[in-house]
């Protein structure tokens, strides 16, 4: 079985070597931090350089549509269950909410999206300290994936890869990762058990014709898709929607797609929007 290794190749740290600490910047900032976190020694402060270090999209335009058809279709997905239908509404939100995150990342899987990044331009030191002041009283900054993270992410994708996965198998995983009997609150805990046995036995009755001499495939597959939910849903939002949906919701949004009675795709828009009913003009759902 494929593994990952998470060793990361950082760049050596120069937040305090001698150069850095004879700066007139770095002084000041180290002040500024200082007061704002308090005195730490130098083992317990944490290097700037690898809490900093985040990425963003290559090419944001192609991927990010990519990304949106994916999900649309992994909505659809969702919507087309009989059984995934026939679930009180609040089960239906805790399972669209527990899982619609491993199933977008299986879809990316499914569908062969691929994808580079590149470091995010950090601002200045200078910058830093002039505009100090002003973030206290401006909305937080939003997240960005960090490499580490989207390293992961990259590694899922190509462990998946290398099972080949068929279409049926790809089809019966998913019900097996949906219903998900574990999320808390659910009231049908119970039916949805019984739906992802059936998924999974659905899912190993069909690895008997497709691949006869692989009898560990089955636990290999369910061992590899239990990694997903490693993969933080904010990541996958900061990484792929956040460029189209601005601060909206995710959750608002994907729940609006689910219950829309005719979503065919997922519209990018180069607007940006920063308040929830924007969100509307960039996540269309069209026929």
Known sequence: MTTCSMDLDYERCQCHSEENRNAILYTLLSQNLNHKW???????????????????????????Q??????????????????????????????????????????????????????????SMLKRILLDGQSKRQEPERTQPTLAGVQRLQCCLNTFWSLDLSPKEYAYLKGAILFNPDVPGLRASLYIESLQREAQRALREVLVPLHPEDQGRFARILLIAST????????????????????????????????????????????????????????????
Request: proline share 7%; hydrophobic share 40%.
């Open 38 to 64: 308090g005195s730490h020694s130098p083992s317990q402060q944490r290097c700037l350089c690898q809490k900093r270090r985040t990425v963003c999209l290559q090419t944001p335009q192609v991927t990010c």
């Open 66 to 123: 990519a990304a949106s058809d994916v999900l649309v279709k992994t909505v659809s997905f969702m919507k087309n269950l009989p059984s995934f239908q026939l679930l009180p509404r609040g089960d239906q939100l805790l399972l669209l909410n527990s899982c619609w995150a491993p199933l977008f990342i299986l879809g990316l899987v499914q569908e062969m999206v691929t994808f580079e990044v590149m470091e995010t331009p950090a601002p």
């Open 228 to 287: 997903l939910r490693s993969i933080p849903p904010a990541l996958i939002t900061d990484l792929f929607f956040r460029p189209i949906i601005g601060s909206a919701d995710i959750i608002e949004v994907i729940t609006e797609m689910l219950y829309e009675i005719t979503c065919r795709r997922l519209t990018l828009s180069s607007h940006t929007a920063s308040e929830r009913s924007d969100s509307a003009s960039t996540l269309t759902c069209t026929s």
